[in-house]
């Protein structure tokens, strides 16, 4: 299918489509000049014009050490959606519709590097603020999950125990891997100035093992992330040896940290 049809068969099947959904969603692509809804024909709004800028300039910045987030942003092969606040019951609704639309509108990419970016207007300010994103993130994932499963399993390719060392996220039926960013965040390449949730498919890491390219683009980003902070994340193991859980929020967790998420 083409864009077009794929985009006209998510206005059609979308199960995510009630009226607080679509009053929620933003849903938007980059033509090359400017952002652009594909949902509906309302302009975005102005955060969402800011922060799309902001990213793009944060993903294109010389010094940025993830280089799937740079090919993404440079073939335009992604998504981005601005909403109001993180772990927000009404966000979810949009939330959820939008990232239906790119499960479904990412397979005619043609790219090896997709992925879907939400930016949250809200932030936490407080002493606590790497904690306060860590529970709101897991609370965003969870209110999605809850509403996602009456109507798709989880990818059955990962486990769904996020104490399991094969766990991923999964939503309509696609694994994914969860990158949070926030202002606030102890590594540079995770500290974006809205908390921002960035969706990439397990299966596109998967393509890269299978065409033995993993090892060296896993290798050229380490080398670029020591570069810039001067150690690897903390939390940073191999797909199968621990849970990716840990991972997600970006900070250092203790060997006991148990994961809030609940497969229901």
Not at 100 to 108: C, D, I, L, M
Not at 122 to 151: C, K, P, T, V
Not at 224 to 247: K, P, V
């Amino acid at each position: 299918m083409s864009t077009a049809d794929e985009l006209q068969w998510v206005w059609e099947h979308n199960p995510f489509s009630s009226e607080l959904a679509k009053a929620h969603s933003t849903y938007a692509a980059y033509d090359g000049t400017a952002l652009v809804r594909l949902l509906e024909t309302a302009p975005p709004s102005p955060f969402a014009r800011t922060a799309h800028t902001a990213f793009r300039g944060f993903v294109s910045d010389e010094a940025f050490s993830c280089l799937g987030a740079r090919a993404a942003i440079s073939r335009r092969s992604y998504r981005f959606g601005a909403y109001r606040r993180l772990d927000d019951n009404d966000v979810t609704a949009g939330l959820a519709r939008d990232l239906f639309a790119f499960v479904t509108e990412r397979r005619g990419f043609g790219s090896t590097f997709t992925t879907y970016v939400a930016t949250f207007a809200e932030s936490a300010s407080d002493a606590e603020a790497e904690r306060s994103f860590e529970r709101a993130l897991w609370g965003q994932l969870q209110r999605l999950h809850d509403l996602d499963r009456q109507f798709h399993a989880w990818d059955a390719r990962v486990a769904c125990d996020p104490e399991d060392p094969r766990f991923s996220y999964s939503f309509a039926g696609t694994a994914f891997f969860v990158v949070g960013l926030h202002p606030h965040s102890p590594r540079r390449a995770r500290r974006f100035a809205w908390p921002t949730l960035v969706f990439n498919a397990h299966e596109q890491f998967e393509q890269l093992r299978a065409d033995g390219s993993f090892s060296r683009l896993q290798t050229r980003i380490r080398e670029r992330e020591l570069a810039l902070d001067g150690s690897l994340n903390f939390n940073l193991t191999e797909y199968g040896e621990r849970s990716e859980a840990r991972q997600y929020a970006g900070h250092p967790v203790p060997d006991d940290w148990r994961c809030p998420f609940r497969p229901r």
